[in-house]
């Protein structure tokens, strides 16, 4: 009995639990109904709705100012277009990406297009790329190396199922699809197609937003060039970070913009701002619906360059006006083939870099958004190369303007004296019997000359005399003191070492040293081939007593607190990125007597009756040492070099031209006269005194 009642209470409690299981159940599949039939369709909109993603901030890079604390380079916020990968048809892809780039095209935007295929003025399909880099494209793209552009382009149209017949409309969806393709894109990181659209763009996008899928408009920090070209080859310019760019730098992410030349490039490390973190709430078809910032950007850092920026200004226009006055003949000798040149002011006693100008230039804001096809062409087919820096990327025979050089290392190795004379004889009797340009103009001589009136009248035998008497290790051994023939070190990349006229050198070409190199040596030429930087600062060493400087172009770098960078810290960084040596900087003392001598001779050449740039500077109050200088080009018209500093008694600053092709250095002359008048405060109208230079023969030196 006992165990029948057992097995009853243990029915039971079976049965209890089979009912709350059954209640359970009821429940859950109530709620399941209710979720996914009542509510489904309502939850379902919901959940395409709000899709959560996060998104990079780009940060503000940091703003570049000149000494003065003026604004060279800032940011501007413009409205990018973005398109994120979702679920929709090739065929509907490439019609989206076909009328976007319409709506750009028409409006003046700029967009990603970097296919180098196009049409000639005749519709055909061509390459837009050199020879040299078509063979290199096809190799990284795979394609066979007899292909032409036409056959690319059908290849391309088959890859991408582009449906269109038209030939325009299809190298517009390849261009785009192939870029995609390189860059990549998805649904949690866009694909930019352009980065500065405008109003009327946006206007027309956002009118037919359901035309274009996945299409997103941001708002982002754009690089802003205030003045235009203005310190161009100084500044450089920026460009979208590359593939080869994310997978060596974790700090970088797409759609973010790197300095490319210049300035940008060279403290890239201190310009780039850190970029913030926002969650976006987005629907099925990529449409913004919140936004939720979570970590804000942070401006990058200022970089405050030693330059001035009024004395940049009429550096480069004067530079400008110059080279166009030569070449249209405004001066007594026209020289047509001139029109390249460059220009450098540097404090003497600091080498700070107060103005430096390369002619012709560009606009960096070329680059904002990226460069067309177009514009880029015709930057590298211009045959003067405005993207060339000539005051650190192209060397010069110095011409006399190196005779100065010559002259202290003739005093302080005792080989002359600041009093004694030479007499011209016109010939020189030794080596190669070279003649002074004084005698092969006129058929006369300079008569007895000490070494100030040598500099003065530029005399070619004088110089022949000292140079045989110590010989081209004492020269080379000076000229190497004063900077010429190594890198300077200044922030900027792309610096040359140019080529100081040895021994050692001629050595290593395989060849001997004779006098009679020793003898074109000591005028500035044979080997010798220097930087306009180098040039200034020799000037600079010179004028300011024999010191040793090295020229900067950073004044500093700080932070958005307001706080500086360490100097040490920063020199560190430059010179590993651009492969500088440290190296221990000999320091020479020089006799001040024999300084004197030598600056006695530039400042006769402005100063005095005779002088060879006596009628450009004989209106400035302050009083200028100076040199011009004439030296063989490699074809063409010779170049017209002039080198001064000023004040006389107490220098302070030095000013280099050189003007490719511009006949003689005498017309180069006015260009540093009108930056000292800047300078020293005196602009005026009457700048030029045309009939006293006009005066002047082709071959004065």
């Given at each position: 009995?006992?165990?029948?009642?057992?097995?009853?209470?243990?029915?039971?409690?079976?049965?209890?639990?089979?009912?709350?299981?059954?209640?359970?159940?009821?429940?859950?599949?109530?709620?399941?109904?209710?979720?996914?039939?009542?509510?489904?369709?309502?939850?379902?909109?919901?959940?395409?709705?709000?899709?959560?993603?996060?998104?990079?901030?780009?940060?503000?890079?940091?703003?570049?100012?000149?000494?003065?604390?003026?604004?060279?380079?800032?940011?501007?916020?413009?409205?990018?277009?973005?398109?994120?990968?979702?679920?929709?048809?090739?065929?509907?892809?490439?019609?989206?990406?076909?009328?976007?780039?319409?709506?750009?095209?028409?409006?003046?935007?700029?967009?990603?297009?970097?296919?180098?295929?196009?049409?000639?003025?005749?519709?055909?399909?061509?390459?837009?790329?050199?020879?040299?880099?078509?063979?290199?494209?096809?190799?990284?793209?795979?394609?066979?190396?007899?292909?032409?552009?036409?056959?690319?382009?059908?290849?391309?149209?088959?890859?991408?199922?582009?449906?269109?017949?038209?030939?325009?409309?299809?190298?517009?969806?390849?261009?785009?699809?192939?870029?995609?393709?390189?860059?990549?894109?998805?649904?949690?990181?866009?694909?930019?197609?352009?980065?500065?659209?405008?109003?009327?763009?946006?206007?027309?996008?956002?009118?037919?937003?359901?035309?274009?899928?996945?299409?997103?408009?941001?708002?982002?920090?754009?690089?802003?060039?205030?003045?235009?070209?203005?310190?161009?080859?100084?500044?450089?310019?920026?460009?979208?970070?590359?593939?080869?760019?994310?997978?060596?730098?974790?700090?970088?992410?797409?759609?973010?913009?790197?300095?490319?030349?210049?300035?940008?490039?060279?403290?890239?490390?201190?310009?780039?701002?850190?970029?913030?973190?926002?969650?976006?709430?987005?629907?099925?078809?990529?449409?913004?619906?919140?936004?939720?910032?979570?970590?804000?950007?942070?401006?990058?850092?200022?970089?405050?360059?030693?330059?001035?920026?009024?004395?940049?200004?009429?550096?480069?226009?004067?530079?400008?006006?110059?080279?166009?006055?030569?070449?249209?003949?405004?001066?007594?000798?026209?020289?047509?083939?001139?029109?390249?040149?460059?220009?450098?002011?540097?404090?003497?006693?600091?080498?700070?870099?107060?103005?430096?100008?390369?002619?012709?230039?560009?606009?960096?804001?070329?680059?904002?958004?990226?460069?067309?096809?177009?514009?880029?062409?015709?930057?590298?087919?211009?045959?003067?190369?405005?993207?060339?820096?000539?005051?650190?990327?192209?060397s010069y025979a110095p011409g006399s303007t190196f005779k100065m050089v010559s002259a202290?290392?003739?005093?302080?190795?005792?080989?002359?004296?600041?009093?004694?004379?030479?007499?011209?004889?016109?010939?020189?009797?030794?080596?190669?019997?070279?003649?002074?340009?004084?005698?092969?103009?006129?058929?006369?001589?300079?008569?007895?000359?000490?070494?100030?009136?040598?500099?003065?009248?530029?005399?070619?035998?004088?110089?022949?005399?000292?140079?045989?008497?110590?010989?081209?290790?004492?020269?080379?051994?000076?000229?190497?003191?004063?900077?010429?023939?190594?890198?300077?070190?200044?922030?900027?990349?792309?610096?040359?070492?140019?080529?100081?006229?040895?021994?050692?050198?001629?050595?290593?070409?395989?060849?001997?040293?004779?006098?009679?190199?020793?003898l074109s040596a000591v005028i500035g030429q044979s080997y010798n081939s220097f930087t306009?930087?180098?040039?200034?600062?020799?000037?600079?060493?010179?004028?300011?007593?024999?010191?040793?400087?090295?020229?900067?172009?950073?004044?500093?770098?700080?932070?958005?607190?307001?706080?500086?960078?360490?100097?040490?810290?920063?020199?560190?960084?430059?010179?590993?990125?651009?492969?500088?040596?440290?190296?221990?900087?000999?320091?020479?003392?020089?006799?001040?007597?024999?300084?004197?001598?030598?600056?006695?001779?530039?400042?006769?050449?402005?100063?005095?009756?005779?002088?060879?740039?006596?009628?450009?500077?004989?209106?400035?109050?302050?009083?200028?040492?100076?040199?011009?200088?004439?030296?063989?080009?490699?074809?063409?018209?010779?170049?017209?070099?002039?080198?001064?500093?000023?004040?006389?008694?107490?220098?302070?600053?030095?000013?280099?031209?050189?003007?490719?092709?511009?006949?003689?250095?005498?017309?180069?002359?006015?260009?540093?006269?009108?930056?000292?008048?800047?300078?020293?405060?005196?602009?005026?109208?009457?700048?030029?005194?045309?009939?006293?230079?006009?005066?002047?023969?082709?071959?004065?030196?």
């Amino acid at each position: 009995m006992e165990s029948y009642k057992k097995k009853i209470v243990f029915s039971e409690r079976y049965i209890f639990l089979y009912i709350i299981v059954f209640l359970v159940a009821i429940v859950l599949i109530s709620t399941l109904f209710y979720l996914q039939i009542i509510k489904g369709e309502e939850y379902r909109t919901q959940s395409n709705n709000r899709l959560l993603r996060e998104n990079v901030v780009q940060a503000p890079r940091g703003d570049i100012l000149d000494r003065n604390n003026n604004v060279l380079v800032s940011n501007k916020m413009g409205f990018s277009l973005m398109l994120y990968k979702i679920n929709i048809s090739t065929e509907k892809l490439n019609e989206s990406l076909l009328k976007i780039t319409n709506i750009l095209i028409k409006n003046g935007d700029k967009y990603v297009n970097t296919l180098p295929i196009g049409f000639d003025e005749n519709g055909n399909v061509i390459f837009t790329n050199s020879e040299e880099n078509q063979v290199i494209w096809k190799e990284n793209y795979k394609y066979n190396s007899e292909d032409t552009a036409y056959d690319v382009l059908l290849k391309l149209k088959e890859k991408y199922k582009i449906q269109n017949e038209d030939l325009q409309e299809v190298r517009i969806i390849a261009g785009q699809r192939f870029d995609i393709e390189k860059t990549g894109y998805g649904a949690f990181y866009p694909y930019q197609i352009s980065s500065n659209i405008s109003r009327q763009t946006i206007n027309e996008i956002e009118e037919q937003n359901d035309n274009f899928p996945g299409i997103n408009i941001s708002t982002i920090p754009l690089r802003m060039y205030t003045m235009g070209s203005f310190a161009a080859h100084i500044l450089g310019y920026t460009g979208s970070v590359s593939i080869d760019d994310l997978k060596n730098n974790s700090i970088y992410s797409r759609n973010d913009i790197i300095g490319r030349s210049g300035i940008e490039y060279v403290f890239e490390k201190y310009l780039k701002g850190t970029n913030g973190i926002k969650k976006v709430e987005m629907d099925f078809n990529g449409k913004i619906n919140e936004e939720y910032e979570v970590d804000p950007s942070i401006k990058g850092n200022d970089v405050i360059l030693t330059i001035d920026g009024n004395l940049q200004k009429v550096a480069e226009e004067k530079l400008k006006d110059n080279i166009e006055k030569i070449s249209s003949g405004g001066f007594k000798y026209k020289y047509e083939d001139a029109n390249a040149g460059s220009v450098i002011v540097m404090d003497v006693n600091t080498g700070e870099i107060l103005a430096m100008a390369s002619y012709p230039t560009y606009d960096p804001s070329l680059f904002i958004g990226g460069i067309s096809t177009k514009e880029w062409n015709t930057l590298i087919n211009n045959g003067a190369k405005p993207l060339y820096d000539r005051t650190i990327q192209a060397s010069y025979a110095p011409g006399s303007t190196f005779k100065m050089v010559s002259a202290i290392a003739a005093l302080e190795s005792n080989s002359i004296g600041i009093y004694d004379e030479i007499e011209d004889l016109g010939i020189y009797d030794k080596g190669h019997r070279p003649q002074c340009w004084y005698y092969t103009s006129y058929g006369l001589t300079h008569k007895l000359v000490n070494v100030s009136k040598a500099i003065k009248t530029s005399c070619n035998y004088y110089f022949y005399e000292v140079g045989y008497r110590m010989g081209i290790d004492t020269i080379s051994r000076y000229a190497s003191y004063f900077g010429l023939g190594t890198k300077t070190g200044i922030e900027l990349p792309g610096e040359i070492s140019g080529i100081l006229a040895s021994r050692e050198y001629a050595n290593s070409k395989g060849n001997e040293w004779y006098v009679a190199d020793t003898l074109s040596a000591v005028i500035g030429q044979s080997y010798n081939s220097f930087t306009p930087i180098q040039i200034a600062t020799y000037i600079s060493i010179l004028s300011n007593g024999g010191y040793k400087i090295k020229p900067t172009i950073i004044k500093d770098v700080v932070t958005p607190d307001g706080l500086s960078y360490n100097k040490e810290e920063i020199k560190a960084d430059i010179n590993n990125l651009l492969g500088i040596e440290a190296k221990n900087v000999e320091q020479l003392v020089f006799s001040q007597e024999n300084v004197n001598a030598v600056l006695q001779g530039m400042r006769d050449v402005t100063d005095e009756t005779g002088g060879t740039a006596y009628g450009v500077f004989k209106s400035l109050s302050v009083t200028v040492g100076g040199k011009t200088g004439t030296a063989e080009a490699s074809s063409g018209s010779n170049n017209g070099i002039f080198v001064g500093f000023a004040p006389y008694e107490k220098p302070e600053i030095a000013v280099v031209v050189i003007v490719e092709h511009g006949g003689h250095g005498s017309y180069a002359a006015e260009v540093v006269r009108d930056i000292m008048k800047e300078y020293f405060g005196e602009r005026s109208d009457n700048l030029v005194d045309d009939k006293t230079i006009d005066t002047l023969s082709p071959a004065l030196d």
